[in-house]
């Protein structure tokens, strides 16, 4: 039985151990996302509107709208961006469902109940959101809430900067994680042969994973859709937009 966080490694030079389950598996959610947005944009061909068209600029439509309430009008340059931030995180929670260790296979789970996905995909967004500073000119904006609203607090505003990079890393890991334990309890329980006096209690376990199954693919959902809408937020608050 596998064990809880456990990875295969590669030993690559001048990096040393990583986690080659969780690179092989990023990169086939990458392949899947290059073929979803190809296959779309392959339907743009004929002048008939198909159903593929309509689903997906209904997702276009409700990440565009996100980022327009937050940021305006000039937020049209960042919807691409988001776009790909909420498919491909949704994807990448997806990948547990499938339960491709189970069979062997040498990726599986959802990379994101890897601190190595997430914390490279919250820097990915931060550094968004300084080069938007730096690119909009509100560097001194940017520094003066610091100082906001009084000098004294500079310390606990660095504090709260901070601890925002960490939660919007920690609070998609430890969801994607949890879910993870919670099949593996299940699947402890119904290898173990518990009895439970008369009554077989691993017997009685094997509709679990169903319903833990269904419960993660939504909070996979729901945590792309809350990872994409902080970033978008602490967009809006660095670039200080009024609107």
């Known amino acids: 039985m596998q064990e809880i966080g456990s990875h295969a490694t590669w030993t690559l030079p001048l990096v040393g151990a990583v986690h080659s389950d969780t690179i092989v598996t990023t990169w086939v959610a990458m392949l899947i996302c290059l073929a979803l947005f190809a296959w779309v944009g392959s339907s743009y061909r004929s002048p008939r509107v198909s159903k593929r068209q309509t689903v997906f600029e209904g997702i276009v439509s409700f990440v565009s709208d996100l980022v327009h309430n937050?940021?305006?009008p000039s937020g049209e340059a960042y919807v691409p961006f988001f776009l790909a931030v909420f498919v491909f995180v949704f994807l990448l929670n997806?990948?547990?469902?499938?339960?491709?260790?189970?069979?062997?296979?040498?990726?599986?789970?959802s990379p994101t109940a890897d601190l190595n996905t997430v914390v490279p995909l919250t820097l990915a967004v931060y550094v968004l959101i300084f080069g938007s500073v730096i690119a909009r000119r509100r560097v001194g904006h940017y520094a003066k809430h610091f100082l906001?609203?009084?000098?004294?607090l500079l310390p606990l505003n660095v504090l709260d900067e901070v601890s925002r990079v960490l939660t919007l890393a920690a609070r998609l890991f430890f969801n994607i994680?949890?879910?993870?334990?919670?099949?593996?309890?299940?699947?402890?329980?119904?290898?173990?042969?518990?009895?439970?006096?008369?009554?077989?209690?691993?017997?009685?376990?094997?509709?679990?994973?169903?319903?833990?199954?269904?419960?993660?693919?939504?909070?996979?959902?729901?945590q792309a859709f809350v990872f994409t809408l902080l970033g978008i937020i602490y967009l809006s608050l660095a670039l200080g937009e009024e609107h």
């Open 70 to 72: 937050a940021l305006g």
């Open 94 to 109: 997806q990948f547990d469902i499938l339960p491709l260790r189970a069979i062997g296979s040498p990726f599986g789970g």
């Open 177 to 222: 994680f949890v879910g993870e334990i919670l099949f593996f309890i299940a699947s402890s329980i119904i290898l173990g042969r518990i009895m439970i006096g008369a009554f077989n209690l691993s017997l009685a376990a094997v509709i679990l994973p169903f319903f833990i199954q269904f419960f993660n693919f939504f909070v996979g959902a729901v």
């Open 148 to 152: 906001q609203p009084f000098p004294v």
